[in-house]
């Protein structure tokens, strides 16, 4: 690309039933897709339901664009190698729903869609352009992007809120699949020693560094490490043990081997804190715990995604 001149990007989407969204977005991911975001109709609602305090009257063309819908969009580069994949994409779902985007358009059209967020009794998620509310909640600044965790969604949602039951002073923290490293920020603000996070995504480190230290945070109290925890025994054993706090918000498909091996990493009295569960992978999910030790303590659920507290 020659220097200077503003680089194209293809918004693909792909209409896709809400039950299959999950399945979908993994298999999506395997054909080289990355930075997905979710269009569905009744999470729109429950978003404006839950946040009105942020919103007057929503928007009507805002409205009409989520009306029926349930959709996957993701972004591609405009050259040869997002071609490429999009060329695998139609291969195997057929054409999707294609525009173009420039990278001088590109902040306005996402940046626009979030707004500060209040999540369990005493923290508010605030975009970094946007001011926080003087209400007496404490901040969590995030530069929101293509990696998973903003809180807006119902999974991580549900993992902060399960988390502050349990965070406190001296407790550390070990974030598996820390994505923006929202759950371990939060961990210490809300008064937690420290934080290790670890994503298998090589991005993760950087922007969860980013956003550490968009609120003051960083050095040996918060860290990110990049592997894959299941496959990978010299990470696990590098990762140490005695964490009072496990946090893994990502699917069943992990969630379920890695409670096999979850343990190893945990204090005595430490909390195993799981979301990202889809509705029918639930039970699944419970029984896995379960069979490898762990007492279910508390349940969370909201738009069909479900968590667990264990102990």
Request: charged share 25%; net charge negative.
């Amino acid at each position: 690309m020659t220097e200077g001149i503003a680089m194209r990007w293809m918004e693909a989407a792909l209409d896709t039933p809400t039950e299959k969204i999950e399945t979908r977005c993994m298999e999506l991911e395997a054909l080289g897709c990355t930075g997905f975001v979710i269009e569905n109709e009744e999470d729109f609602k429950n978003f404006i339901k839950n946040n009105r305090q942020y919103w007057g009257v929503v928007d009507g063309e805002l409205a009409a664009r989520f009306e029926g819908v349930s959709r996957i969009k993701f972004y591609l580069s405009d050259d040869a190698d997002g071609r490429a994949v999009l060329d695998r994409v139609r291969a195997a779902y057929g054409e999707p729903a294609v525009s173009y985007i420039q990278d001088s358009d590109w902040e306005n059209n996402w940046r626009q869609y979030y707004k500060p967020l209040e999540i369990g009794k005493k923290l508010v998620v605030v975009p970094e352009w946007e001011s926080a509310p003087e209400d007496g909640r404490i901040p969590l600044w995030l530069e929101p992007g293509l990696i998973f965790g903003t809180g807006d969604h119902p999974t991580t949602r549900l993992c902060l809120e399960g988390m502050e039951e349990w965070a406190g002073p001296g407790k550390r923290v070990l974030d598996l699949g820390c994505g923006s490293g929202i759950l371990g920020i939060a961990a210490l603000l809300l008064g937690c020693e420290s934080c290790l996070g670890v994503d298998i995504d090589p991005m993760a480190p950087e922007v969860a560094a980013g956003n550490a230290a968009l609120n003051g945070l960083g050095g040996e109290r918060f860290r990110v490490l990049c592997g894959d925890l299941l496959n990978d025994e010299p990470l696990r054993k590098s990762l140490g043990t005695d964490y009072d706090m496990v946090l893994a918000n990502i699917v069943a498909d992990v969630i379920i081997p890695i409670s096999a091996l979850v343990r190893r990493f945990m204090a005595p009295g430490g909390v195993f804190i799981v979301s990202g569960i889809i509705g029918d992978r639930a039970g699944e999910t419970a029984s896995a715990l379960k069979q490898n030790g762990f007492e279910i303590v508390s349940r969370r659920f909201l738009n069909d995604w479900h968590s667990f507290t264990c102990i």
